[in-house]
């Protein structure tokens, strides 16, 4: 039952990596708490989990059109750059709906 709450964890832990490369320290705790949050039992955790990490694969997707327009202004290469970010941005998406699943959903609900 846990391994299905892996992705969102290691969604949070990149968001928590992404703050921190950006000196943004406050946000650090953001998803330092969701990610102790996976371990909630509450019938509201699952939503909160999933509007936490939609907004957080959307600042992936701002943080990608920032790098690219930038980088495109100094002529550098941004194609390697848009391809990872790009898939961060969809496996933070992805793993938005983890724990809306039926199996995760009856976890939370149980408390």
Sequence with gaps: MMWRLILPALAHVLFAAHCYFHGLYAFIALPAMLLSGLLIRHRAIPWVQ??????????????TWVLVEMRRLYGMP????????VSVALLTGISAFMPLSRRLRQWYEAA
């Excluded at 999933?50 to 943080?63: I, K, N």
């Excluded at 941004?78 to 970010?85: H, P």
């Design 50 to 63: 999933c509007v936490a990490l939609l907004t957080f694969a959307a600042e992936w997707l701002r943080t």
């Design 78 to 85: 941004y194609t390697t750059a848009t391809i990872i970010l």
